[in-house]
């Protein structure tokens, strides 16, 4: 079960694998030309197109796959699938181009771990890969090893969503095949009808069915809305058991760290994948409590009560009670689940971005980061326990400080909608 976070911590000091498929002559020559100050200590090779990078995956093992959009010979989906034979724990990394559909992007996300938009600064492809060995190498701290070893409850990933993902990996998979999908769990779509219908989504006409949601939110966002929904209907029997916990809190306040994250990406870039990883971030930031609540309860309980009683944030006394936060635990299942690396990031360190390293632009961390600060400050926020307030040293080192106002405006605004009614059902 731990094995893809275990991966690069056993390589050690062994010499890591890259292959890059790209017909990019220009982006070639600049990594051949700057190979030793870029990847020290790496053995590099390239794949002019498809086929031949299909040959390379077929006869070795990888550390990191990068593979640009711009391969015309074959589906870049089923070469970065191919990967998962050989190199089933590589870092996936997907070049995309200016002119690529942001739908078809998207429908990308789950087979690629990390997304790099061209032309891009070799820097960039360099910081990319090691964030993502750093993902993994702080997920297998010994304070995690020591908790996970302890875990006995960790929330499967439902049938439903497994099936709707097999479904788009269908090049036929269209929102009617996906609504159906979703009809035939009553509750689920219920559910879900009533978060579309909300006023999270400004959906202007009623939505009847789970297809015509689907066609006006896209596949992944009800998606995701479905695996909340599973994920939190099966813990509601833990409900009673942390007076200074309430699930059904936690639900509103992810659905709405979900809608603000968002806006914040929509504002700040135009890349539909960083907008749709802000969102999945948002919604299960705080997976992890779900983990410590049924694994750790009576230590769970403390933390809480201690946050409360001390005016802490709930991290903090997690970390005093446990030795380790919601946040790492969360980011750690968000791992098993197979979600994004940016998804993990922004879960992982939503309470504490620097730990992320130094940012490279705008991240769906600093999203989620500031959506669930400014919801734990606002009024609908109050009932959640224990909220950090935002890093602000952080957002002026890594970004631009003077948008947070502007952030705060638009989070504020989700906010202030009447409460997502899937949260009270
Ligand atoms: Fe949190
Ligand atoms: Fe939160």
Redesign the pocket.
């Known amino acids: 079960m731990f094995e893809w976070f275990q991966y690069f911590f056993h390589r050690g000091n062994a010499t890591k694998r890259i292959l890059i498929v790209s017909p990019d002559r220009a982006l070639m020559t600049g990594i051949q030309k700057d190979i030793k100050y870029l990847f020290k200590g790496w053995e590099l090779h390239f794949a002019a197109d498809g086929r031949h990078g299909a040959h390379e995956l077929a006869h070795g093992s990888w550390e990191v796959i990068v593979v640009d959009t711009a391969i015309r010979d074959m589906s870049v989906r089923d070469l970065l699938k191919n990967s998962l034979t050989k190199s089933p724990n590589a870092i996936r990394i997907l070049l995309t181009n200016p002119g690529d559909s942001g739908y078809a992007t998207v429908s990308l996300m789950s087979v690629a771990h990390r997304f790099l938009t061209k032309p891009c600064n070799l820097d960039a492809l360099k910081v990319t890969i090691h964030q993502a060995m750093e993902v993994r190498l702080l997920l297998c701290s010994p304070q995690m090893q020591q908790i996970v070893s302890k875990i006995t409850v960790l929330p499967q990933l439902p049938q439903i969503f497994v099936r709707v993902m097999e479904e788009l990996d269908n090049p036929n998979a269209s929102a009617r095949t996906i609504g159906a999908l979703i009809a035939q769990d009553v509750s689920i779509s219920a559910k879900v009808l009533n978060v579309v219908n909300s006023a999270y989504f400004g959906v202007a006409q009623r939505v009847a069915d789970p297809s015509q949601a689907v066609s006006l939110l896209g596949m992944d966002t009800v998606r995701s809305i479905v695996l909340l929904f599973d994920v939190f209907t099966k813990f509601q029997h833990l409900n009673d058991r942390v007076p200074d916990f309430k699930l059904d809190a936690l639900q509103r ?1 992810s659905l709405a ?1 979900a809608a603000g994250a968002r806006a914040i990406a929509r504002k700040e870039s135009m890349d539909p994948v960083t907008h749709e990883h802000s969102y999945l971030a948002g919604l299960f ?2 997976i992890g409590k779900l983990v410590l609540l049924a694994n750790f309860t009576k230590e769970f309980a403390l933390a809480m009560r201690i946050c409360r009683e001390q005016q802490v944030s709930a991290s903090a006394a997690e970390w005093k009670v446990l030795g380790v936060t919601h946040a790492e635990v969360g980011g750690y299942l968000l791992g098993l689940w197979g979600f994004a690396d940016p998804v993990i990031e922004a879960c992982a360190w ?1 309470h504490q971005p620097r730990k992320g390293g130094n940012a490279f632009g705008f991240s769906p961390l600093m999203a989620v980061h500031a959506a ?1 600060a400014f ?2 400050s606002s009024e609908g926020g109050r009932e ?1 326990v224990g ?1 950090d307030k935002l890093d602000l040293t952080y957002m002026r080192e890594n970004y631009k400080a003077p948008a947070v106002p502007a952030w705060q405006e638009l989070c504020q605004a989700c906010y202030q909608q009447p409460t997502a009614p899937g949260g009270r059902s």
């Open positions: 306040h760290v930031h705080d939503h669930d919801h734990a959640m909220g």
